[in-house]
């Protein structure tokens, strides 16, 4: 018989799997981040590396992924060990998913033409999003329910956003023939950041249910 793995070397690899985890983080954050400054700013160039940047995220998702079902086939966890891993495995497919999001909006910068002003809202939504995300990974690291339960409750303002802004483009739109294609490409991009919301929750909902053992899918609540 071969022998049983130990507990600390569990553990030890649940550590170096949590800081790649927290390195696909970043890699998620600056995508989005910097594919809203494309849209902002009108940069192609810069739109461009983010479309090209994500296969590093893909990459590293899938090499995570390997490593969760391996760890899961070594150790066999059980109760919060295993809850762990299940949350890793979890959030790393949303950070993917942030990720193509990341390209969607990059992509909606390379068909803009100059000059293209944006709705007032657009980027306010946009950090108020990059912070669910920061709040949602910050609460898994920490293990912290209550931030997380805030990043749900924190969900409900950016869905009226999302509301208010495609209201207001379709208003544009309505009055103005010529406003159409912008006002159709900020209602993608507001969609997709809404998406990324979506993705920040999901990542929160992940942690009530890794720390306190409850699913709380659809009714996480600050």
Do not use: W
Request: hydrophobic share 45%.
């Amino acid at each position: 018989m071969g022998a049983v793995p130990s507990p600390d070397k569990f553990h030890r690899e649940l550590e170096d799997l949590k800081a790649r985890l927290l390195k696909l983080a970043h890699l998620a954050e600056a995508a989005i981040q910097r594919s809203i400054a494309a849209f902002l700013d009108q940069d192609r160039d810069l739109a461009k590396e983010v479309i090209t940047g994500d296969g590093a995220i893909n990459d590293l998702e899938e090499a995570i992924d390997g490593e969760c079902i391996r760890l899961i086939a070594l150790f066999q966890p059980v109760a919060i060990d295993l809850r762990q891993l299940m949350a890793v495995d979890h959030i790393i497919a949303e950070l993917e998913r942030v990720g193509d999001l990341a390209v969607n909006i990059g992509e909606e910068a390379l068909t803009l033409e100059p000059p293209r002003p944006v709705h007032g809202q657009l980027s306010q939504m946009a950090r108020e999003v990059i912070k669910m995300l920061e709040d949602s990974l910050q609460s898994f690291l920490d293990r912290d329910t209550r931030r997380a339960r805030q990043v749900c409750k924190a969900d409900t303002l950016v869905d009226e956003m999302n509301r208010d802004i495609i209201q207001d483009l379709v208003q544009e739109m309505i009055a103005e023939n010529a406003a159409v294609p912008r006002a159709l490409s900020q209602i993608n991009v507001v969609r997709h950041l809404e998406r990324v919301g979506d993705h920040a929750t999901n990542i929160a909902e992940q942690v009530v249910y890794m720390v306190e053992g409850e699913s709380v899918r659809h009714r996480c609540q600050g």
